[in-house]
């Protein structure tokens, strides 16, 4: 109530529109030209997108007499099943859903952190193995399904999870030896690095899923969903080589700051060599030292 009445929250909106929107006369002509275009653009979207759309199947003949003046969102509510569940069978189809169900509820619980770390574990384990059941079957009275019918949503989410549980600590190995002193194992990785860094993830899928079996002698034959899995894989390592790359430049960037503070008073402390007890003292500024640290750091 009180900045309502001296004017702070006012104000901090203009200095906010000023330094963001309006830094420079260059910024202003192109934050106006933007406005400008979403004022032109936006509304009549909208109206494609939603008033003059199509949503129901029974009215998906109309979708023809509606073209280029609405959208034809009758498919979507036809062909919802297959995103979200590929060509598994309709009857079994309840599986699948209560694998997204059980992802994203694995999901939450590890993001909200809502238990400890070591805690989660046995979810992940459970739900995992819970998972394997129920997408393949042939247990507990479940009917058998090949991987072959799995698809939409459910086999993404599945993708992903476990290229990202595989990626995560290949990555590791992959920064190690992006620093190793063997100039064989330096080299190696450099080349994995550059081959990987412009590569889209459709390119990878599709060598691995179409042009990788031609290249295997005849009678030996890769499933094609793990084919499909190490190609992510593959992918994925490098971006978390990105990510420990940053971190560790976040990290060296860190100690340098927290060494440079603690070397005005302790000088058994430096910056180019920062002992455990400089972290031990100066933990309270850990803050301030990230906020610093942050200005030079791209995420």
Not at 93 to 103: G, N, T
Not at 113 to 126: G, K
Not at 128 to 151: D, H, K, P, Q, T
Not at 238 to 244: A, D, I, L, M
């Amino acid at each position: 109530m009180s900045r309502a009445v001296d004017g702070t929250t006012p104000r901090r909106v203009q200095e906010w529109l000023r330094d963001r929107l309006f830094p420079s006369w260059l910024s202003s002509v192109a934050t106006l030209a933007i406005l400008y275009l979403a004022w032109k653009t936006i509304p009549s979207f909208v109206d494609w997108a939603l008033f003059h759309a199509i949503w129901s199947p029974q009215n998906a003949g109309l979708c023809r007499q509606v073209m280029g003046h609405g959208a034809c969102w009758a498919f979507v509510a036809d062909k919802f099943r297959f995103f979200l569940f590929g060509t598994y069978p309709y009857d079994q189809q309840w599986r699948p859903a209560l694998v997204i169900a059980i992802l994203v509820g694995l999901y939450a619980l590890s993001a909200f952190q809502t238990l400890r770390r070591s805690r989660l574990v046995p979810f992940w384990l459970a739900g995992l193995s819970a998972i394997g059941v129920l997408m393949c079957g042939g247990l507990f009275g479940l009917i058998y399904v090949e991987n072959e019918r799995w698809g939409g949503l459910t086999l993404t989410l599945l993708l992903s999870t476990l290229g990202i549980a595989f990626a995560f600590p290949l990555s590791i190995f992959l920064a190690l030896g992006r620093r190793s002193e063997m100039t064989l194992v330096r080299w190696l990785t450099i080349a994995y690095i550059e081959l990987i860094r412009g590569v889209p993830l459709i390119s990878v899928l599709f060598m691995a899923s179409v042009m990788f079996p031609l290249f295997l002698p005849v009678g030996v034959s890769i499933d094609k969903l793990l084919r499909a899995q190490l190609a992510m894989i593959l992918l994925m390592i490098y971006f978390y080589w990105v990510r420990c790359q940053e971190v560790s430049s976040f990290d060296n960037q860190l100690m340098i700051i927290i060494a440079s503070t603690n070397a005005t008073r302790s000088p058994k402390c430096s910056p180019s060599a920062v002992d455990a007890c400089s972290v031990k003292l100066y933990r309270p500024r850990m803050s301030t030292c990230f906020s610093l640290a942050m200005v030079d750091i791209r995420w």
